[in-house]
């Protein structure tokens, strides 16, 4: 985008559509974060601005999600949906729509879309057999067993017949357009990255799924349901009107500026996104730009690693704009970076409170008091020669004007605002050195109110510039100030797009001030134990709400081993200490905080139910050598198959690595017996054997049983295991 885009009339920006498999964190507040400043500054350089975000809600995944939180997937998504735009809109969020895949605007243009790739020639029905990711919703090369190349976990087996996308037909277009369109996709390791799998070859992707059912159908054959990524893809064009009589939106704002992504999903964005679109006859976006991982305790944030982070907490403590700072000033954007509640409160103490807060307090509380709140006027009377720090002051506002406008419009936050707080320091400095509050014995008095009101008003003037800058960046705070300024509303003057003629000398004087009002109370020592301690509760309800911990309930019929993460030793941090027992990815809100719309299952035990059945189940102790007698071993499934008659059992074969053995399990209802084979499970090894349905079972695998209904999820590793080895 920068200049090219800023100049031309419209804007339109994407964030990802999220999954509602499990509540918002700090991570999808990111990317949605990063989307808001940028549309704000758009919004107030004059640039007609469509801001887009939503919630991904179709596929297997959250299909299974559901079934295991006993919820109907319509009525899951429903409440998670809402948890993420209630915490938009708590944040302050400025979208300009939020689409749901569940909507019958968005089906309906999916399904437009997907008739007119078949009609175009790009849609064939054939058969797949391979390996699929659920948790990625990703088709996956290799055999039975293969690890998704994303995150790590064991890819499921698929045999299906699908329809297939002609991917394979793009691989020179993909290049060609790459080629002639450098600025496409950043940061430069996206773009090496999605390069080189193109120039690996492309396959046909395929489109269709048939064994699950919560999906958007194939029109005129029903029994398929669309692919979730077509689906989630075509959101950037379905919640513009795209394939409607209604899509003047489709024209006015399509090609999207910016796709604002998190790298994990570029090839979805930067492969497969742009071929369905020139099959389809649509023009690709002007640009998919990845954000990097915000990392918590040294490991991405995410639900199925349990070291997330809301941004509810950081909002409640510090507010909406203490963690916008933060994000875009402490990452430089694309990086992965830490989140850390001491840099957030380093952070927020040193640039905020003492910062730019202080400032302003310094000297709006002057000019109350020397000039009783009016902006005094700047006449001779003082020479000013013995200012030269004035000129400066005024160079570097224009210079911080437009080194902030590139920075910003690169997505270059982090050096924008550092550029911005260059202007803050010097600002102070300049008060510091012209000290307006001391008069010297030797100056007299029609020198000192001259003095003072030329280093107030220049003062003031500074802020108002720095405040019109930051205030994409720091909304709530910007319009505090504006206030206090005399200039009004500052939603109102980005309407009126105050950006595009921002020059030194806007402050008028004679402008009256209004009352300071604090903007960043400094944070005190307990504002960390205080965001730890609301996290801590917040794990335990939800953990608690969910039928009590469980630990290998991560994510549904998916063994958790993410392997590109980071595995360094976590540094102890406040989080660590108390940190509670990850919260099931499948947990959703009590029926109480969900919205309205999202009614509890009949039999859902309450959140208070759950912790009075377990008090009441009385404490019964083993002995260390009791648990030794149970010997817990890594076995693979090999074999996975139906028994005839018995609707509940499955028949496994499962490698223990030294000898292979049978084993009946009661799991036949909540998992399909060929998306077990590959799988490593953990089984008890020394159970007596004991036949079942005239078979022999030797060992019982060990899931998690969830409520309302036991539903179970089976153990697994985030590391690999070798078979056999002993769980001790
Ligand atoms: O991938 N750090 O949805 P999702 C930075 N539905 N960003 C993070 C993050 C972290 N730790 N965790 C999440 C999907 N994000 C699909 C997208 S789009 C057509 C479909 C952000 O719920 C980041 O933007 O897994 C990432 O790409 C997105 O949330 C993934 O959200």
Not at 188 to 213: A, N, P, Q
Not at 291 to 314: C, H, P, Y
Request: aromatic residues 10%.
């Amino acid at each position: 985008m920068t200049d090219q885009a800023a100049s031309s009339s419209r804007f339109y920006l994407t964030t990802p559509i999220y999954y509602v498999n499990a509540r918002p964190h700090l991570g999808h507040a990111y990317s949605t974060i990063v989307c808001d400043a940028i549309a704000r500054r758009k919004r107030a350089l004059g640039i007609d601005t469509w801001f887009l975000t939503g919630t991904d809600e179709h596929g297997q995944k959250i299909e299974r999600s559901a079934k295991l939180a006993g919820r109907t997937p319509q009525e899951f998504a429903t409440a998670i949906s809402g948890e993420f735009r209630a915490l938009w809109d708590q944040l302050g969020l400025t979208y300009d729509d939020f689409i749901r895949t569940t909507e019958e605007r968005h089906k309906r243009s999916v399904q437009h879309l997907f008739a007119t790739l078949r009609d175009r020639g790009y849609i064939y029905k054939g058969s797949y057999t391979g390996q699929y990711c659920v948790f990625d919703e990703l088709y996956v090369d290799g055999p039975p067993g293969t690890p998704c190349p994303d995150c790590g976990r064991i890819t499921e087996t698929v045999s299906e017949e699908n329809y297939f996308f002609k991917l394979s037909a793009f691989e020179r277009r993909l290049l060609e357009f790459y080629e002639a369109n450098p600025g496409f996709m950043q940061p430069e390791s996206t773009r090496r990255e999605v390069i080189s799998f193109v120039r690996g070859g492309l396959k046909d992707l395929s489109v269709s799924r048939t064994s699950f059912s919560w999906g958007i159908p194939v029109p005129g054959d029903e029994k398929h349901v669309i692919y979730v990524w077509l689906d989630a893809l075509a959101n950037y064009i379905t919640a513009l009107g795209y394939g409607t009589e209604n899509d003047e939106k489709f024209k006015k704002y399509w090609p999207a500026d910016i796709h604002l992504i998190g790298k994990e999903i570029s090839r979805f964005h930067c492969v497969y996104w742009p071929a369905f679109l020139m099959a389809a006859g649509i023009e690709p976006p002007s640009s998919v730009r990845a954000n990097g991982w915000l990392l918590f305790d040294q490991g991405k944030m995410s639900k199925s690693r349990g070291n997330i982070v809301r941004a509810e907490t950081v909002h409640a403590v510090l507010g909406a704009d203490a963690l916008r700072y933060f994000l875009l000033r402490e990452i430089p954007f694309g990086q992965d970076g830490n989140f850390t509640f001491d840099a957030l409160v380093q952070r927020y103490n040193g640039d905020l409170a003492n910062g730019y807060g202080n400032l302003v307090s310094r000297v709006v509380n002057m000019v109350h008091k020397f000039f009783g709140g009016v902006v005094p006027q700047i006449n001779g009377g003082y020479p000013i020669d013995e200012y030269p720090d004035e000129t400066a002051l005024r160079i570097r506002a224009g210079f911080t004007i437009e080194q902030f406008a590139k920075r910003f419009d690169e997505l270059n936050f982090s050096q924008a605002l550092e550029s911005l707080w260059i202007m803050v320091a010097e600002t102070d400095g300049y008060l510091t050195a012209n000290a307006p509050w001391k008069k010297p014995a030797d100056r007299s008095d029609a020198d000192h109110t001259a003095l003072q009101a030329r280093v107030l008003a220049t003062a003031a003037e500074a802020i108002r510039i720095i405040t019109a800058l930051v205030y994409p960046v720091l909304p709530d705070a910007a319009a505090k100030v504006w206030r206090q300024l005399g200039q009004g509303e500052i939603a109102d003057a980005a309407r009126a797009s105050f950006l595009t003629h921002l020059a030194w000398g806007g402050l008028k004087p004679g402008t009256q001030f209004a009352e300071p009002a604090p903007l960043f109370p400094r944070a005190e020592k307990d504002a960390i134990e205080r965001m730890v301690q609301i996290e801590e509760e917040n794990n335990k309800s939800v953990i608690e709400a969910a039928g009590g911990p469980s630990p290998a309930q991560a994510e549904p019929a998916a063994a958790p081993a993410p392997t590109q993460e980071p595995k360094k030793k976590a540094e102890k941090k406040p989080m660590e200490e108390t940190k509670p027992t990850p919260a099931p990815e499948s947990a959703i809100p009590p029926a109480t905080t969900a919205p309205a719309s999202a009614a509890p299952a009949a039999s859902s035990p309450t959140p208070a139910e759950v912790p009075a059945q377990a008090a009441a189940e009385e404490k019964q102790y083993i002995s260390i050598d009791d648990f030794a007698k149970v010997e817990l071993r890594v076995a693979q499934v090999l074999v996975a198959e139906r028994i005839p008659k018995a609707d509940k059992l499955l028949r496994l074969e499962v490698d223990l690595g030294y000898e292979k053995r049978q084993i009946l399990a009661g799991i036949a209802q909540y998992y399909e017996p060929e998306k077990l084979i590959g799988r490593k499970i953990v089984i008890v090894a020394n159970l007596a054997p004991r036949k079942m349905r005239g078979l022999e079972s030797n060992g019982m695998l060990l899931a998690a049983s969830l409520p309302p209904d036991g539903a179970p999820v089976l153990a697994g590793f985030l590391e690999e295991v070798p078979l056999g080895a002993r769980l001790k």
